[in-house]
């Protein structure tokens, strides 16, 4: 019989069992389920709800019963439907119908609402620590690149010098966005409902903001409704792991691009790197690619929780049983992405010499040449049309600016000095770049011990 069957009149379908049942997935659960029990059936004694030898008998026995799910002693049964069943279920086989007083003055509504606010809450400090190693990675890679000098892009075109330092803590700053929304999604989370009830709390006296400091809540939630029917904290993890995750995938789109022989601004370490089962003379970046890919998957379980919850009348509905496996998901998803996209970036090897190259090419100092006409004294609108004229006789001749003749030059406008080839050496469009957030060295250098005193 279950524990909630007095009310009816024959066992359910065996299909009915299997399809209401979310033990399959909410068994991950057993701590915090256990911890939420106990810190329950504390204050339950010291209210004189129960007594306090019936507390501590329930305390022992989850406590026990905790020991024993962590050596792997248990095993869950589906009949019991889920976690809390199942929890209460084995308690009573072991301690007697004592254990049958730890529901006193909780609903599985509020029960879930918190095991689910306490598994988030830890999960989002692993994902921070992991978050946090990948933007010291990142840092570690600026610091020796800060005079390795790139192109930067536009529209996938080559566009001005940068140097690979200034490109690598763009991603860096991304990160600390995250870093931001994880901190803001754990304080969202931190909020107690457990006393919520089923939806309008109950008339024992419970302590719940004795419950809510002894689970290190900074409160309780103050609405009884919402206590049970919010998952707007787990739709704010969502939200902030897929961003997280197409940060990871645009990050990842450069690393596909750049371990190219089209690019080979890289090359990844043989240890993040797979063959071809036919091509003998393929390296592919098949880490970088399932990072890419799994960011729809994560986008997907946004959408599907967002689309559960847009119809739900208050208070607590079943239909929020499909919060968890979207939760769950998402958030092994991350665990599994973080760790060997850190790897794989730390171990790569960068390619110096094909990113100076490619960034003498494709006229990535025209800017700089326009700037240098500027401060001659000519309108940078005028300017502009001199160095286009300048490069569009580049490249009908296949030459570039740095080779043209000065005669070409004042050809075109008698202005030009021999001081216009030290105004556009990549060296010196990088490095007179110095306005905060810039890619000269000064300003990348600066950048990066802003950075490490922030991660610190």
């Given at each position: 019989?279950?524990?909630?069957?007095?009310?009816?009149?024959?066992?359910?379908?065996?299909?009915?069992?299997h399809?209401?049942?979310?033990?399959?997935?909410?068994?991950?659960?057993?701590?915090?389920?256990?911890?939420?029990?106990i810190?329950?059936?504390?204050?339950?004694?010291?209210?004189?709800?129960?007594?306090?030898?019936?507390?501590d008998a329930?305390?022992?026995?989850l406590?026990?019963?905790?020991?024993?799910?962590?050596?792997?002693d248990?095993?869950?049964?589906?009949?019991?439907e889920?976690?809390?069943?199942?929890?209460?279920?084995?308690?009573?086989?072991?301690?007697?119908?004592?254990a049958k007083?730890?529901h006193?003055?909780?609903?599985?509504n509020?029960?879930?609402?918190?095991?689910?606010?306490?598994?988030?809450?830890?999960?989002?400090?692993?994902?921070?620590?992991?978050l946090?190693?990948?933007?010291?990675?990142?840092?570690?890679?600026?610091?020796?690149?800060?005079?390795?000098?790139?192109?930067?892009?536009?529209?996938?075109?080559?566009?001005q010098?940068?140097?690979?330092?200034?490109h690598?803590?763009?991603?860096?700053?991304?990160?600390k966005?995250d870093?931001k929304?994880?901190?803001?999604?754990?304080?969202?989370?931190?909020?107690?409902p457990?006393?919520s009830?089923a939806?309008?709390?109950?008339?024992?006296?419970?302590?719940r903001?004795?419950v809510a400091k002894?689970?290190?809540?900074?409160?309780?939630?103050?609405?009884?409704?919402d206590?049970?029917?919010?998952r707007d904290?787990?739709?704010?993890?969502?939200?902030?792991?897929?961003?997280?995750?197409?940060?990871?995938s645009?990050?990842?789109?450069e690393?596909i691009?750049?371990?190219?022989?089209?690019?080979?601004?890289?090359?990844l370490?043989?240890?993040y790197?797979?063959?071809?089962?036919?091509?003998?003379?393929?390296?592919?970046?098949d880490?970088?690619?399932l990072?890419?890919?799994?960011?729809?998957?994560?986008?997907?379980?946004?959408?599907?929780?967002?689309?559960t919850?847009?119809?739900?009348?208050?208070?607590?509905?079943k239909d929020?049983?499909?919060?968890?496996?979207r939760?769950?998901?998402?958030i092994?998803t991350?665990?599994?992405?973080?760790?060997?996209f850190?790897?794989?970036?730390?171990?790569?090897?960068v390619?110096k010499?094909?990113?100076?190259?490619?960034?003498?090419?494709?006229?990535?100092?025209?800017?700089d040449?326009?700037d240098?006409?500027?401060k001659?004294?000519?309108?940078?609108?005028?300017?502009?049309?001199?160095?286009?004229?300048?490069?569009?006789?580049c490249?009908?001749?296949?030459t570039?600016?740095?080779?043209?003749?000065l005669?070409t030059?004042q050809?075109?406008?008698?202005?030009f000095?021999?001081?216009?080839?030290?105004?556009?050496?990549?060296?010196?469009?990088?490095?007179?770049?110095?306005?905060k957030?810039?890619?000269s060295?000064?300003?990348?250098?600066?950048?990066?011990?802003?950075?490490?005193?922030?991660?610190?």
């Open positions: 019989m279950k524990l909630w069957g007095g009310r009816f009149a024959k066992e359910t379908d065996q299909l009915t069992d399809f209401n049942s979310s033990i399959s997935f909410d068994q991950r659960l057993y701590k915090q389920d256990i911890i939420g029990s810190a329950h059936v504390a204050m339950l004694g010291a209210q004189n709800i129960i007594s306090m030898a019936e507390s329930i305390i022992n026995g406590n026990s019963l905790l020991e024993d799910i962590e050596k792997g248990i095993t869950f049964n589906e009949k019991m889920d976690i809390h069943m199942n929890i209460e279920a084995l308690l009573i086989s072991r301690i007697g119908d004592v007083k730890m006193t003055g909780r609903s599985r509020d029960q879930v609402a918190l095991d689910v606010r306490l598994y988030t809450r830890d999960e989002i400090i692993s994902l921070k620590r992991m946090k190693e990948l933007m010291q990675t990142v840092i570690t890679l600026a610091k020796d690149h800060t005079n390795t000098i790139m192109p930067g892009y536009t529209h996938l075109q080559r566009a010098p940068i140097t690979f330092a200034h690598l803590m763009a991603y860096f700053e991304m990160f966005r870093f929304r994880l901190e803001f999604t754990y304080e969202n989370t931190n909020f107690l457990l006393g009830g939806l309008a709390t109950t008339t024992y006296p419970l302590d903001d004795a002894s689970l290190d809540f900074n409160g309780i939630c103050e609405n009884s409704i206590g049970v029917s919010d904290f787990c739709l704010d993890l969502l939200y902030t792991l897929s961003t997280l995750m197409m940060h990871l645009r990050f990842s789109e690393i691009l750049w371990s190219s022989h089209e690019f080979h601004f890289i090359e370490d043989d240890a790197s797979t063959g071809s089962s036919i091509m003998p003379q393929k390296k592919n970046p880490i970088a690619e990072v890419r890919g799994k960011t729809g998957r994560v986008y997907g379980n946004l959408m599907s929780l967002l689309t919850m847009k119809g739900l009348p208050l208070a607590y509905n929020m049983q499909e919060d968890k496996e939760l769950f998901d998402s092994d991350l665990k599994m992405c973080l760790p060997i850190t790897q794989m970036i730390k171990t790569m090897r390619c010499t094909n990113m100076y190259t490619a960034a003498s090419g494709g006229f990535t100092n025209a800017t040449a326009a240098y006409l500027v001659k004294g000519l309108a940078f609108r005028d300017a502009h049309e001199v160095i286009g004229k300048l490069v569009l006789h490249v009908t001749t296949h570039t600016l740095e080779e043209l003749p005669e030059y050809m075109i406008h008698p202005i000095d021999e001081d216009i080839y030290e105004a556009i050496s990549l060296k010196t469009c990088v490095n007179e770049r110095q306005v957030g810039g890619p060295e000064k300003a990348v250098t600066a950048h990066i011990k802003s950075a490490t005193d922030w991660l610190q």
